[in-house]
């Protein structure tokens, strides 16, 4: 009876046979052609990440050097990560309105607002640079809570509380900077040194590029031995060591070409650092995950147990902070408080910079890189217009086509995203 079983054994059924093709197609997934493959099915369905900026910096950087060969050259591009940094942090906190789906208009008011207590504290008054510092960022921490009172207490839309901030600021900047207008800082000071000179030494410089590839190759091999201890598949061990491989020769040479001029901005390297903190705490943390969730779907993030007022409230707050900060190291960039401070294009800037590197308008996405991405672009745009000597409104016309371009590309890739999903 046993033998005759043992010799009528069934043909293996079709389900087992398209088990083992799934494994196959894993297998092949598995492969450098395989990842390339999924990452243009990630595009065709909707998901660009960086890639339209990073296509936007090399059309910017050839058409601008191919018109005034000075662009490229490092120490104007020493000079153009000064101004980055500057603008950089306000992107920063805007990228974590927009992620719930917000805005904050008044973040240019408060900056100026930041600059102007930096001189009358620092300077007028005699406190010591630290308490000024201390002072402003306090003052920016205090307007986002108000602003986060007014939208999780009284429902008042965040466009029409900011709005009405931006003029508020702008008056109490005016204000307390009196009939004079403008405080000159003390140019030999740290502050002042930190926003114009202060450079990294070549060989820190060349110390920090080696960091991202190595924490990449880390990270990545981390994640293949968890997956493999779960029986899952894993991209190739040769994929993970060519992208370390790529950002290291990449940031490796931007080091040593900055190095060629006046070297990487100190105040660059600390707006980087905030930009890595950052997204660490998007990405690896509760309050990053809550973010996300209330962004996508405020009711869906509030019925699974998330405090939707506390994540409004911290978003406002960090928001406002961080514009207090970008005016702080304004202020040191141009070694003094004035009534313009914050005003102009700060505002436009500071948006388009985060829309542009790809947080999107409608919530739930984003990165703390597209700040980073997004306000090279701007301050590149701005850098080679000044270098052609063409008049500040073609700068203003064309800053505004490419947030326009940015803001329809977000659009349609939304659009391709739900109708993907859907099929």
Not at 317 to 346: E, F, M, P, Y
Not at 355 to 361: C, R
Not at 399 to 419: F, N, Q, Y
């Amino acid at each position: 009876m046993n033998d005759h079983t043992s010799k009528e054994m069934p043909a293996p059924a079709p389900a087992a046979l398209a088990l083992d093709r799934s494994d196959e197609r894993v297998h092949h997934q598995d492969s450098v052609f395989g990842m390339v493959k999924a990452f243009i099915d990630r595009v065709r369905s909707g998901d660009l990440g960086m890639l339209p900026v990073a296509v936007g910096l090399v059309v910017i950087s050839v058409v601008f050097s191919v018109l005034n060969p000075v662009f490229l050259a490092p120490n104007n591009l020493v000079n153009l990560l000064f101004d980055c940094a500057t603008v950089g942090f306000i992107s920063l906190g805007v990228v974590c309105v927009l992620m719930l789906g917000e805005i904050d208009l008044s973040i240019g008011s408060m900056s100026g607002l930041a600059s102007a207590i930096i001189g009358v504290f620092w300077v007028n008054a005699g406190w010591p640079v630290i308490g000024a510092i201390i002072a402003a960022l306090v003052v920016g921490a205090l307007v986002g809570a108000v602003y986060g009172v007014l939208y999780n207490r009284l429902g008042m839309p965040s466009f029409v509380a900011t709005l009405a901030g931006l003029l508020a600021l702008l008056g109490l900047q005016l204000y307390i900077l009196g009939p004079t207008g403008s405080i000159n800082l003390p140019y030999a000071s740290a502050l002042v040194r930190f926003g114009q000179i202060l450079v990294m030494p070549a060989w820190v410089s060349y110390l920090l590029a080696l960091l991202p590839g190595a924490i990449i190759l880390f990270a990545g091999l981390k994640a293949r031995s968890r997956r493999r201890e779960m029986n899952l598949s894993a991209g190739p061990l040769s994929a993970l060591v060519l992208k370390a491989g790529i950002f290291t020769v990449a940031l490796e040479f931007a080091a040593y070409y900055l190095n060629l001029g006046r070297g990487v901005p100190w105040m660059f390297g600390l707006f980087v650092g905030f930009v890595v903190i950052l997204n660490y705490a998007l990405t690896k943390t509760k309050w990053g995950r809550s973010m996300f969730a209330v962004g996508g779907n405020r009711e869906a993030a509030r019925r699974s147990g998330i405090n939707v007022r506390r994540i409004y409230m911290s978003a406002f707050i960090l928001c406002s902070t961080l514009a207090s900060l970008g005016g702080i190291l304004s202020a040191s960039r141009l070694a003094s408080s004035s009534q313009q401070a914050g005003t102009g294009d700060v505002n436009l800037n500071a948006i388009a910079a985060a829309v542009i590197g790809g947080t999107s308008l409608f919530g739930g996405r984003g990165s703390a890189y597209s700040a980073l991405l997004g306000v090279i672009v701007i301050q590149a745009i701005s850098n080679g217009l000044t270098l052609l000597n063409l008049n500040s409104s073609l700068r203003y016309m064309i800053t505004g086509a490419v947030l326009a371009i940015a803001v329809i590309v977000d659009s349609l890739a939304r659009r391709s995203r739900v109708s993907h999903g859907r099929a």
